[in-house]
Nanobody, 120 residues
Framework: QVQLVESGGGLVQPGGSLRLSCAAS????????MAWYRQAPEKQREFVAT???????NVADSVKGRFTISRDNAKNTVYLQMNNLKPEDTAVYYC??????????????WGQGTQLTVSS
């Protein structure tokens, strides 16, 4: 079993910054990529950013220039640094990890989500 635990959400004013973290644990052999998605009320879940274990990152156009994804492979942890936050960034942010467990089976797991609210 591979578990993902997100942290760092909260309430922030427009223009503010926040960093989300997601730590993977359990029967991990190798994580191939980690990503962040978000889901606003009454909207579908959307891609935010992803990063491979070699550090290749991709960020959605809607957050490009404001959000940065990074990871610590030794800690199996991914971060999302969010700057210049806008009310439209308000959503539940979900962490995703894909890789192989210790039985060399592919996994594609999600965290429980963390709420970000951008409001004055």
């Amino acid at each position: 079993q591979v578990q993902l635990v997100e942290s760092g959400g909260g309430l922030v004013q427009p223009g503010g910054s926040l960093r989300l973290s997601c730590a993977a644990s359990g029967s991990i052999f190798r994580i191939v990529a980690m990503a962040w998605y978000r889901q606003a009320p009454e909207k579908q879940r959307e891609f935010v950013a992803t990063i491979t274990n070699s550090g290749v990152a991709n960020v959605a156009d809607s957050v490009k220039g404001r959000f940065t994804i990074s990871r610590d492979n030794a800690k199996n942890t991914v971060y999302l640094q969010m700057n210049n936050l806008k009310p439209e960034d308000t959503a539940v942010y979900y962490c995703n990890a894909r890789g192989y467990d210790t039985d060399l089976k592919l996994f594609d797991n999600w965290g429980q989500g963390t709420q970000l609210t951008v409001s004055s």
